[in-house]
């Protein structure tokens, strides 16, 4: 196989600690705990390794980053390595007494989560109380801090109807770019899909929305639209493609092709504790086992768009199939594809959505540590 070339961006998860309990959360049913998150100095490192691999973007995710005490001094350094630095955040914890700090660090973008623009829903959904409002106050600090701001909406069958408006607020605060993330079903939202998922109209509706406001908003607004794969007819290239272009990092430091792979239970995952990154992304086996085209079968394997959508996703294929190697179900040339279907229209048919299971850490390890903590903390 041909050696990989440089990953376009590092994504952190520095923690699973976070206020929130939103119940599409991507991270992993079994969050790590504080205990277990590595250090700064290690973190530090591997900037440092992500750098000279020919990285170019650093993403600061958890969970809620702005937990961390050292958050400061990781961006400080991930920007003195040359990294392009972007601050994935819920915006609860994040006010002008710890903005401006951030900034003086090197911040270059925040992406700021929006679950709704009505605030008794956009509440509701994220399981926190008054968190709308501190939301939309945080999203205008970092425009008035001169800060490339993102808006990440995610979008499901119980705010959907709402998807103009949230184009609209986008704008008004500010917003570079709007992603229109409607939920992806593995781990706390796979659990939660017959709450969250829309009819077929429905997200039929929402193309038009975007392709409208993407033509009348060119020039203002970026606008990014992922759907939902069930009612696809061929898989997206998720993640650009099963370890061509992103390295996950857990708190713990695990290293994953992506956010959802340690739902494939066969797959061993090498930890930048023990082995460098550069090591890992070029020669780690769960980085080459769905990596490139050979390991495909049928009909993947001598499909004209194999080196288009690289297979699709392997962690729905395991949630689904049970098979991680199987043809994505999105796929129609899967036997499977109907399956997929049956399953989205049943579920997103019921008339009253059964109640969220929400995605809840202890809270008295949710919010920030003392600085007098300890640096993994």
Request: hydrophobic share 45%; net charge neutral; proline share 6%.
């Amino acid at each position: 196989m041909t050696a990989p070339g440089p990953p376009l961006a590092l994504l952190a998860e520095l923690t699973h600690r976070c206020p929130l309990g939103c119940p599409y959360c991507s991270n992993p049913m079994a969050l790590e705990r504080v205990r277990d998150e590595i250090d700064t100095a290690t973190w530090q490192r591997v900037f440092d390794e992500a750098a000279a691999l020919g990285a170019l973007q650093i993403h600061f995710s958890g969970g809620e980053p702005m937990v961390r005490t050292d958050l400061v001094a990781l961006v400080a350094h991930a920007h003195a390595a040359g990294l392009y630095t972007n601050l994935i955040t819920s915006a609860v914890l994040l006010d002008e007494r710890r903005l401006e700090p951030l900034k003086e660090a090197g911040l270059d973008h925040v992406q700021i989560s929006l679950q709704d623009t009505v605030a008794e829903n956009a509440d509701r959904i994220a399981g926190y109380a008054g968190g709308h409002e501190k939301k939309l106050k945080a999203a205008r600090l970092v425009r008035s801090a001169g800060l490339a701001l993102t808006i990440n909406a995610v979008m499901h069958r119980q705010n959907l109807a709402h998807l103009p408006q949230m184009i609209a607020l986008a704008l008004e605060l500010g917003a570079g770019r709007l992603e229109v993330a409607q939920v992806q079903y593995y781990g706390w939202a796979l659990k939660n899909r017959a709450s969250l998922i829309p009819t077929r109209n429905e997200v039929s509706q929402a193309v038009a929305i975007v392709a409208e406001a993407r033509e009348r908003l060119k020039g203002r607004l970026v606008i990014d639209h992922v759907v939902p794969d069930y009612y696809a007819k061929r898989p997206k290239a998720c993640m650009g493609g099963w370890a061509r272009q992103f390295i996950n990092l857990t708190p713990s430091g695990l290293a994953l092709p992506c956010h959802a792979a340690q739902g494939i239970p066969q797959l061993r995952f090498d930890n930048v504790r023990d082995r460098p990154l550069a090591e890992i992304w070029q020669h780690s086996e769960a980085f080459e086992r769905f990596r490139g085209t050979a390991w495909m079968a049928e009909p993947c394997r001598s499909c004209e768009r194999r080196e288009i959508d690289w297979g699709g996703c392997r962690c729905q294929a395991m949630a689904i199939l049970g098979d991680a190697a199987a043809t994505d179900p999105a796929c129609a040339l899967s036997a499977e594809h109907g399956r997929l279907l049956a399953l989205a229209e049943a579920e997103s048919a019921e008339a009253v959505p059964p109640a969220f299971v929400y995605r809840r850490y202890a809270k008295a390890e949710a919010e920030p540590t003392p600085a007098s903590a300890s640096a993994s903390a």
